[in-house]
């Protein structure tokens, strides 16, 4: 709300079918969350969002959060088996789509459908919800693992970490107006809700584009060479494909979800802000930023978030000495709520933190 109030004609959104100021995504959300909470939308509940990549994707996610509600994105290019999952396990109130989006073979069971093409024909006659309902304590989101280390679990993220993770990228990357940054992660990883708030709470543009413009290589250099992307954040192993390329509308690009090599530095980091972040999901998508790196020197994580600190500790939770190995714990405001339905996992992985105030806790990182 804050930054529609301070740059409502600035562009908030570019996507295939042209694009929207501040004011008018602003208002197409609150419209949109107006219906959302006719049916069943608000605090406590958890909404699934299985739509293509376009405006009506960043609209739906807007709009459930204006209704106060969480929401659960859905990649409608993942297996069905997948999708499946996700679903059944969440049980979320509501499930927000459009014809065609989800696989065939989805069984929503006792979840209510609702067709985004069927809302829109009604949008502009409904009254945009004045307010947000939510505090700061309640779900944003639920991002579920990818299943690599076991059963995929959904991560329940609140709204307390995002004004330090809004701060961290606004110093670190500098956003602006006049920025674009490109939507490039799925919509089911908590990369895109990185790029979300790196544009929408900076007053800076957000890109969306389908799917196959995305690809690494001469597609993806196409798109930021067209859209005169500024802010991009890909995974190191992305960039591979992109060696034959200058990408020279891109002045910050931040490298995540893979370990960052010299050699990625070395290729990718001069005359730019170059950034190496980390960040399990269950801390509000990041927990570390670099300074910015130049080429020939190592990659490092960087420093933690803004209120948040690291602790590298051993197995009686004692710090260890500077050089000697420790698990690395995390603590501060970005910590997630916990495990959706697994209160044992949430407690064994959310510890106690014997070094801040009572009530504190640490996320083991393993």
């Not at 859905?74 to 088996?81: G, Q, T, W």
């Not at 670190?172 to 990369?191: C, E, H, K, N």
Request: hydrophobic share 40%; proline share 8%; aromatic share 4%.
């Amino acid at each position: 709300t804050r930054q529609v109030t301070a740059t409502p004609h600035a562009t908030a959104l570019i996507h295939p079918g042209g694009s929207l100021t501040y004011t008018q995504l602003d208002t197409q959300a609150a419209r949109l969350a107006t219906l959302l909470k006719e049916h069943g939308a608000g605090p406590g509940h958890l909404i699934a969002i299985a739509l293509p990549r376009g405006a009506d994707l960043v609209l739906a996610i807007l709009a459930t959060l204006k209704a106060g509600a969480a929401y659960l994105p859905l990649d409608v290019r993942y297996p069905a088996e997948r999708l499946q999952y996700m679903l059944d396990d969440a049980t979320p109130t509501l499930l927000l789509t459009t014809d065609g989006a989800l696989p065939d073979g989805i069984d929503t069971g006792n979840v209510h459908c609702l067709t985004l093409d069927d809302l829109h024909r009604n949008l502009q006659d409904i009254e945009p919800l004045q307010g947000v309902t939510c505090r700061i304590d309640d779900p944003a989101y639920v991002i579920y693992t990818s299943g690599s280390t076991g059963r995929p679990k959904g991560v329940v993220v609140t709204h307390r970490g995002i004004s330090a993770l809004a701060h961290t990228q606004h110093n670190r990357l500098t956003p602006g107006i006049g920025s674009r940054v490109l939507q490039f992660a799925s919509p089911s990883f908590d990369a895109a809700f990185w790029e979300l708030t790196t544009a929408l709470l900076s007053g800076a543009a957000l890109v969306t584009t389908p799917e196959d413009h995305l690809t690494p290589g001469t597609a993806l250099a196409t798109t930021i060479d067209h859209h005169h992307i500024t802010h991009l954040t890909i995974p190191p192993s992305a960039l591979a494909a992109m060696a034959d390329v200058a990408l020279p509308t891109v002045s910050c690009l931040v490298v995540a979800g893979e370990a960052c090599t010299p050699q990625v530095i070395d290729h990718w980091a001069a005359g730019r802000r170059f950034v190496n972040a980390y960040g399990p999901t269950e801390t509000t998508v990041c927990a570390t930023t670099s300074h910015p790196l130049t080429p020939g020197h190592p990659p490092t994580l960087g420093s933690a978030v803004t209120a948040g600190s690291l602790l590298l500790l051993d197995h009686h939770l004692t710090p260890v000495p500077a050089g000697t190995p420790g698990e690395l714990y995390i603590t501060g405001p970005s910590l997630a709520r916990g495990y959706l339905g697994r209160s044992g996992l949430t407690a064994e992985r959310f510890v106690a933190n014997p070094f801040g105030p009572p009530g504190s806790r640490m996320y083991r990182t393993g």
